[in-house]
């Protein structure tokens, strides 16, 4: 009998992205066994830092680094992320396979509606995309840096006295809390970090058991979605720090992409949207960065790398 050691991150989300991911698996593979295995990370251990300064200090990302260690040395097979927490470039020796078929991409207020938050609400994300894109709309609103897992940020809605908190759908969904949605922001004016929404399934490139028994897991169109997001990501040199929406989106064979990048502050936005061939994702990715650039993107990435 086989087996595959899965890694992943602590939280309870992380696991219960595992627990979706495998249980198909477990069905097709009926003599593989599955073996779970916890890695935490500097993001986990750290949550009163701003997360720029715990990637710094843990050499790249919050939240891949040492489980990304964990794979390259051999310690577990294949990891499951959030594919938004990944850096775009990937380290040599590990390939990212397709990704499953995503979950919902949207952001959601808990707490109150977007109309219905009181001038100078107090609303908790500690996201510079998402309290860049929340202050454009609303300038009045009062950013509030909170950390933490979904239930712990769920939670702070009460012990600070917060109007709203800002999560993502899918972990709010994957986690059973749907309830709890007060509103889902629309993806047209609040397009969500590159990759959201998608799992991101990491092993090394020479382990052929793990990619015969996960190849087939994966969703072309999901695939070519995050490609085109990710890809525009890297041509921006952006990362988890920095304010840059995408959004991709396939229809038959023709995938639409859309891109945004917002100052901190919410003053300056600039946004630009793009089709192409689903079968080349990554030719899309660059061509729509190069169309936020000719817009003054890098100016506004610039003076957002300076302030987080």
Known sequence: MSTLVVGSRASHLARAQVRE???????????????????????????????????????????????VTALASGEVD???????????ANPPGLVLLPPPRRADVQDALCGSTLAGLP?????????SRRIAQLLHVRPDLVPVEIRGNVPTRLGKLKTMRLDAVVLAVAGIRRLGREAEITEILPVELFPPSPGQGALGIQIREDNELARQILTGAG???????VRAERAMLAELHGGCSVPV??????VGDVLTLHGQVT??????QVE?????????PEKLGVLVAGM???QGAEEILAGARAAV
């Open 21 to 67: 991911f495998l249980a198909p698996l477990r069905e097709r593979f009926p003599d593989v066994t599955f073996r779970q295995r916890v890695i935490t990370e500097a993001g986990d251990q750290d949550r009163r830092s701003a997360l720029k300064e715990v990637s710094e200090r843990g050499g790249g990302s919050a939240f891949s680094v040492n489980q």
């Open 78 to 88: 294949v990891i499951v992320h959030s594919l938004k927490d990944l850096p775009t």
């Open 119 to 127: 001038q100078g609400g107090r609303i908790g994300t500690s996201a």
């Open 219 to 225: 969703d072309p169109v999901t695939d070519a979605e």
């Open 245 to 250: 929406g995408a959004f991709g989106k396939a």
């Open 263 to 268: 100052s901190v502050d919410g003053r300056r």
């Open 272 to 280: 630009a949207s793009f089709s192409g061939p689903l079968c080349e």
């Open 292 to 294: 936020l650039l000719d």
